[in-house]
């Protein structure tokens, strides 16, 4: 018996564009480099290795964003407190809908993305950065540099 799923991700993803601020390649590259705004890299390490990055971007892997954000978390970390404004990317825009998404519902403002992703930045010749595991010349992964903290209870 095939999965029934109540919403799609397709749906999500609309419904989250609907109620976050979108960026073009453009616009968010008039912001690179700009004080007071921090580019997120959604992505798994891997795709940073194979692609490379946006310049100057924080990779922070999907899954551990909203643990990151909330400061009573074990696993807070003080950039989401900055009050910089947040310009998030993945891939293609999906994931990145989803997460600015989730970041406007717990409070962090100002957070937008980029409207297709790194697959768009790229394709628009925007600034890339080459990106590889623990490298001294090349800007490393969160997996590579941010230390996991004990689990508090």
């Not at 795709?47 to 954000?69: D, Q």
């Not at 909330?70 to 404004?85: E, I, Q, T, V």
Request: aromatic letters at 8%.
């Amino acid at each position: 018996m095939p999965l029934e799923i109540k919403k799609s991700v397709r749906q999500m993803v609309a419904e989250a564009s609907a109620e976050i601020e979108t960026l073009n390649v453009e616009q968010a590259r008039a912001l690179l480099g700009q004080p007071g705004v921090t580019f997120i890299d959604l992505r798994d390490p891997r795709e940073l290795w194979r692609e490379g990055g946006v310049p100057g971007a924080v990779n922070v892997t999907r899954g551990m964003l909203e643990f990151w954000i909330d400061p009573a978390s074990p696993y807070h970390k003080p950039l989401f407190a900055s009050g910089d404004r947040f310009v998030f990317f993945c891939g293609g825009g999906w994931r990145s809908a989803l997460a600015a998404k989730a970041a406007q519902d717990m409070g962090l403002t100002p957070v937008c993305h980029i409207e297709g992703g790194f697959g768009a930045w790229k394709k628009a010749g925007a600034p890339v950065e080459v990106i590889e595991p623990k490298s001294g010349g090349a800007r490393a992964c969160a997996m590579d540099v941010l230390p996991v903290p004990a689990f508090i209870s």
